[in-house]
Structure formats: C-alpha cells, structure tokens
C-alpha cells in the first residue's frame, strides 16, 4: 500500500485515545486524519472528510460504537469500522458485525495486531481474531453480511481435506493425528493455505471454505 490510509479515532477515554493515535503515527503508511470522544462528534466531523477506516469505542456516552455503526453504514458506506472494546461476548460481536463493523478486537491487543486489522480490512474486507468461532463466521457468511474478498487460487485435495478440519476447530496436533502427519506437516499445509487463499489467519481460512463451498 504506496498511498497512506486514513484513519479516525473515536474513543471517550482521552489517554487511551490519544496513546493510540500516538502509535499509528508511528506507521508510515497510516495517517490519523480525524479523533472524536463519541459517535455525535464523529458524525459532524465526518459532513467535511472521510477516512478510510474508523476505529471505533464500544461504549461512549452521548451516541455509543453500535449506534455509531448502524448510522455510519447508512450515510457513509464505504467507511469500514472496527470496533474496539472490553467487551467480548459473542452477543456483542455478532450484533456489531450485523449492523456493519468490518471486524473486531480487544482492548488489550498491542498496537501490531491493531496494525494488522487495519490492513487485514483494507485489503480482504474484514478482520476477526482467533476467538470468533467458526460457527458464527459461517453464519456470517451464508447470510453475507459478510462477504471477504480472497484469491482465487484452488488448492489442492489434501489442503481442502486441512481446511475442513481447521473449520471444524480442530488443534493442529489434532489435524496431524487424525491425517497420520507429523505437526510440522501440517504447519506447512497451513502456511501454504494462507498463502494460496490470501486469508490472514483462522478465521480466514473459515470465511475461504464458506463461500467456496468447501465444507462436507
């Protein structure tokens, strides 16, 4: 990505906001053009410019993260959100990716994973981390309210044979048990299903096997 990406914070917390903004100055390839303290500030900041992606609060007094959401998606589409926050019921996550919220992350994950989402977003449409199950992606997908964008290279017999195990939650030692391999072998199958899929990690491959049909 040769062109810097734009990017809003919105977040109460003044500290937290402004540590954040601080570390993704630190990416030459972002550019925080917008801050905002709650979803109402956003909104009237949003009438002059629009960045790229918003990461967004969950809770925020005034106008809150699902709030924010489902009146992002409405005026300005093309604006992908991840939201940020202490809350990680499943409840949560799943009503903000229906309302519109291009993936989801803790609080409490270091700036390089917030980094990964934001390119993750940028480039496949979304971003999940390991603890979203594969039963709630699949549901996503079928409905497609969410709907990834990967490579269309096929791959082979055997690592469609891994992806399905890897969909059902299979560990890879487990994988490697069941298929009679070593747990190298299958580190290898997986490394190489990224590569060919263009999926960043699990929950990737996951949303892969969904809309190509993989799944037996």
Do not use: W
Not at 76 to 95: C, G, N, Q, R, W
Not at 177 to 182: A, G, M, V, W, Y
Request: aromatic share 6%.
């Amino acid at each position: 990505m040769k062109l810097k990406k734009t990017i809003a914070v919105v977040d109460d917390q003044h500290l937290f906001r402004q540590g954040l903004i601080s570390l993704l100055k630190e990416y030459d390839n972002l550019d925080v053009i917008m801050e905002a303290s709650n979803g109402k500030e956003l909104l009237e900041k949003l009438k002059i410019t629009q960045p790229d992606i918003v990461l967004l609060d969950l809770e925020m007094p005034v106008m809150d993260g699902i709030e924010t959401t489902i009146a992002l998606k409405q005026t300005y589409p093309a604006v992908k959100i991840i939201v940020l926050s202490m809350h990680t019921d499943d409840e949560f996550i799943i009503h903000l990716l229906e309302k519109g919220a291009s993936g989801f992350l803790p609080k409490d994950k270091d700036i390089e994973e917030v980094v990964g989402a934001i390119y993750s977003v940028l480039e496949n449409g979304y971003y999940f981390d390991a603890r979203v199950s594969s039963a709630m992606l699949k549901g996503l997908v079928k409905s497609k309210k969410v709907n990834p964008s990967f490579s269309t290279q096929s791959l082979s017999e055997r690592e469609v044979v891994v992806v399905n195990l890897i969909c059902k939650e299979y560990t890879n030692k487990e994988i490697a048990d069941k298929l009679c391999l070593s747990p190298r072998t299958i580190d290898s199958y997986r490394e190489n299903i990224l590569l060919k899929t263009g999926a960043k990690n699990t929950a990737g491959i996951v949303m892969y096997a969904v809309k190509y049909n993989l799944l037996d």
